[in-house]
């Protein structure tokens, strides 16, 4: 007898539907596994075979094939050992084949039949919805993430047992609804707990604003890494929408948590500066997101940059640029989501105290080779270049407090409304993702600011990215201050952030 199922296969971030497909004919008892699956997908012949046995089902002695459609697309994971149990059971005549029509199933299967959680389950139930299935069963320990997806049955099972049931009488089973909410995550660091900084934390609040780029120079214990953890109490919370996008890449990466799968508050990745280019990037021979695109619609923050390998931070430029990051590989190229604001706090030197020539103890050549580490090409993509001064006694034993993280969000959240409703026909949202055309009709400079900015380009010999750069934190500031033209003075601020690196790598 002849019975298939839906199921599915992840590769990078797309679903792709498989059809698992069984057939029990006569001749010698084998179990037969076709239609380019893994290593690890051929092992779920035993699993599903034990896991039978050991919960009284005893299958026919004859020859079982079990097909994956289509052929062409490589088969991996354990998600396969439900889909193919409930294949061959109706293949079996154990379960009516009709139970099968129009679901998609997922889920690893253990030696006693207990049926446990897998990666990936929300883009799958994404694609079940699309595919119009009647409904889709999924593991227990997956079935809050599963219900994150409106207007498809979900239903969670935990055992082989359950699953037999709920495939035959679906219409049984109930669970307990879950509404999704937006909320900010709980202790978050506060914006307030940062004493002095105030040219640091005003390019922060710019950064932010326009989704700009920012690299925080400073000696150590000045507080960058300190404020740089604070930029996601000021960023407008998550959409619904955001979250969900968030929910599907940190599920692929199997990163979600049973109890509240929902992703409420933007990410913050802080990646060891001994972390390789493909964990940065993402990879693997299925290639896997990476810390770039877990970083995304969020912060990744690289503290002591120069001590990342040069092939780590160089991996940076595409994504930056493009704001998706492709990895090719000999069976394809996958392209993940890399809309992310990147901050980096760093040294001056490898003692931490240059120019101060007093506490400096390092050599020219020292100084040099640690700025070399990080390329201009990398330089010109960072928007703002702040510097973190040293606090005095006075500003740290002062017991007045700064602007909250609430107050300064708020701000922003202003500041990006009004860049939201002037790119709604641009597919963009914010200043830093203008480009080309874009930032000639939308930073249009008053004449007192192209002649500062000409003079500045003339003196500080600007690369052509360093100009666009600037134009885009200039508009920044503009909205900021409410006024649809850029003026003088808000070109000369946005120039004050690139005069820093231009300070230290000359």
């Known amino acids: 007898?002849?019975?298939?199922?839906?199921?599915?296969?992840?590769?990078?971030?797309?679903?792709?539907?498989?059809?698992?497909?069984?057939?029990?004919?006569?001749g010698l008892p084998s179990f037969t596994m076709v239609g380019f699956p893994s290593a690890q997908v051929k092992e779920a012949q035993d699993r599903v075979r034990t896991a039978l046995r050991n919960n009284e089902i005893l299958l026919p002695p004859k020859r079982i094939t079990v097909n994956f459609a289509p052929a062409d697309i490589k088969k991996e994971g354990a998600g396969f050992d439900m889909p193919v149990a409930a294949a061959v059971l109706a293949a079996a005549g154990i379960?009516?084949?009709?139970?099968?029509?129009?679901?998609?199933l997922a889920g690893e299967l253990s030696l006693n039949g207990e049926i446990h959680s897998v990666q990936g389950i929300l883009p799958m139930v994404i694609k079940a919805r699309e595919e119009k299935c009647r409904f889709c069963m999924v593991p227990a320990g997956n079935l809050q993430e599963a219900l994150l997806v409106p207007d498809i049955k979900v239903i969670g099972v935990s055992n082989l047992k359950e699953m037999i049931r709920y495939l035959r009488e679906p219409d049984t089973y109930r669970h307990q609804e879950i509404l999704p909410e937006s909320r900010p995550a709980e202790n978050m660091p506060d914006l307030r707990d940062i004493r002095g900084q105030k040219s640091l934390r005003r390019a922060v609040e710019i950064a932010v604003s326009g989704f700009h780029n920012l690299l925080m120079i400073g000696p150590p214990g000045a507080g960058k890494t300190?404020?740089?953890?604070?930029?996601?109490?000021?960023m407008p919370l998550l959409s619904y929408g955001e979250s969900l996008e968030l929910t599907k890449i940190y599920s692929i990466?199997?990163?979600?948590?049973?109890?509240?799968?929902?992703?409420?508050?933007?990410?913050?990745r802080s990646p060891h500066h001994t972390s390789t280019a493909a964990a940065l990037a993402g990879g693997g021979r299925n290639p896997k997101p990476g810390e770039i695109t877990l970083a995304h619609r969020g912060v990744l923050f690289l503290d002591e940059m120069p001590e990342f390998s040069r092939r780590s931070l160089e991996i940076l430029r595409q994504p930056l640029e493009d704001r998706v990051i492709r990895i090719s590989r000999v069976n394809g190229s996958f392209?993940?989501?890399?809309?992310?604001?990147?901050?980096?706090?760093?040294?001056?030197?490898p003692c931490g105290y240059y120019p101060d020539m007093d506490k400096c103890r390092c050599t020219s050549v020292q100084i040099t080779g640690y700025l070399n580490k990080i390329s201009q090409p990398l330089l010109d993509r960072l928007d703002l270049c702040a510097e973190a001064e040293q606090v005095d006694f006075s500003e740290m034993s002062s017991r007045e407090w700064g602007e909250s993280s609430a107050d300064v969000r708020k701000r922003v959240e202003k500041a990006q409304e009004i860049q939201k409703d002037r790119y709604r026909s641009e597919k963009i949202q914010f200043n830093g993702e203008l480009k080309?055309?874009?930032?000639?009709?939308?930073?249009?400079?008053d004449s007192g600011g192209q002649?500062?900015?000409?003079?500045?380009?003339?003196?500080?010999?600007?690369?052509?990215?360093?100009?666009?750069?600037i134009l885009k934190v200039a508009r920044t500031i503009?909205?900021?201050?409410?006024?649809?033209?850029?003026?003088?003075?808000?070109?000369?601020?946005?120039?004050?952030?690139r005069a820093f690196d231009k300070k230290y790598w000359t």
């Open 1 to 26: 007898m002849f019975a298939s199922v839906l199921s599915a296969v992840i590769l990078g971030m797309e679903v792709y539907p498989v059809q698992v497909e069984a057939d029990i004919s006569s």
């Open 95 to 104: 379960i009516n084949p009709d139970f099968l029509r129009g679901t998609m």
């Open 226 to 234: 300190m404020t740089a953890k604070r930029i996601p109490g000021i």
């Open 253 to 268: 990466a199997g990163l979600l948590s049973e109890k509240d799968p929902l992703i409420r508050s933007r990410p913050f």
């Open 335 to 349: 392209v993940f989501p890399a809309d992310f604001m990147l901050c980096a706090a760093m040294n001056p030197c």
């Open 436 to 445: 080309g055309e874009q930032i000639e009709r939308f930073c249009r400079l």
């Open 451 to 469: 002649a500062f900015l000409q003079a500045a380009f003339e003196h500080m010999a600007f690369s052509p990215r360093a100009y666009h750069r």
């Open 478 to 497: 503009a909205d900021m201050d409410g006024t649809s033209e850029i003026r003088k003075d808000h070109v000369g601020e946005a120039v004050s952030y």
